[in-house]
């Protein structure tokens, strides 16, 4: 499939320039619909973003390695996410939905085909809180297979589910920045809770998701983003979030790479955030 040639036509080439080896920790595909059919019961229906898009737009900004993460509107069927991450197994990895009818085979088709997370929406514009039997029998069967559990959660739920992720018996990502409105500031409650999580050594926060807490050109995430990776550089993410699904606007990932340097003008933390830390969560070589 061609990627159409004004794809890239409005997005411009970012600022800041990222290290050899940068991850995309957070992004998705979408279809194509006629060859990778959307569920049934999705809350929402994307424009097709395939794999060729995403690849393109990797090229264009500099990213060296990527972890697509399935989305909602795919549901359980992870065969597109699946069918990209099989172009360059090495340089791509995944991040599933599972349901109640996967077995032994479908983990291992799964795990075979790069993917080493399974993720949970509690959000509730995607129809909120999961099947917690399946959760809880997804997190016994997962975390002996070296995989995580990622978490995406709205920002007031962080406090009251902040028990249950506690006792989690292996590595979890919260997606977004836990969601955390931008305009409410590092002295709210819900990024308290986060902070808190933080310190545990099995916990991951991804420091994507600007376009989700604030609007160009995201100052009010920047400081978010700077107290979760005072918190735990060692184990932070970032990512695009292309296409950006349910968006309140249409980001320019460029604009999202140059966040990068006012979370953190240290060199170092950059590298950990972009190279260092995905590489060691998700096994890239």
Wanted: net charge neutral.
């Amino acid at each position: 499939m061609n990627v159409h040639p004004g794809f890239l036509a409005h997005r411009r080439k970012p600022t800041f320039k990222l290290p050899p080896g940068s991850t995309d920790a957070h992004c998705h595909v979408f279809g194509p619909g006629d060859k990778f059919p959307y569920a049934p019961n999705r809350r929402y229906t994307p424009e097709d973003a395939p794999k060729e898009m995403l690849f393109a737009l990797h090229r264009h900004l500099g990213v060296e390695r990527t972890v697509i993460v399935q989305a909602s509107c795919h549901g359980s069927d992870n065969r597109a996410m699946l069918d990209a991450i099989a172009d360059d197994p090495k340089r791509i990895k995944g991040v599933c939905i599972v349901d109640n009818t996967f077995g032994d085979a479908e983990y291992k088709t799964l795990h075979d085909g790069g993917v080493r997370g399974a993720r949970f929406n509690f959000v509730k514009h995607l129809g909120g809180r999961p099947d917690m039997d399946l959760f809880n029998r997804t997190i016994d069967r997962i975390k002996g297979m070296g995989w995580h559990v990622v978490l995406h959660l709205d920002a007031p739920d962080i406090v009251p589910m902040s028990d249950m992720i506690r006792r989690l018996p292996l590595p979890f990502v919260i997606d977004h920045m836990g969601r955390v409105p931008g305009k409410d500031g590092v002295g709210q409650p819900p990024l308290k809770a986060l902070l808190e999580l933080a310190k545990l050594d099995n916990c991951w926060i991804k420091v994507c998701g600007s376009e989700r807490i604030s609007f160009p050109p995201y100052a009010e995430a920047v400081p978010i983003a700077q107290a979760i990776m005072a918190a735990a550089p060692d184990r932070v993410l970032w990512g695009t979030d292309f296409p950006h699904p349910n968006a309140t606007h249409e980001a320019d990932e460029a604009d999202l790479v140059d966040l990068v340097p006012q979370f953190t003008a240290d060199p170092v933390l950059q590298r950990k955030l972009l190279v260092d830390n995905p590489a060691r969560l998700y096994g890239f070589e």
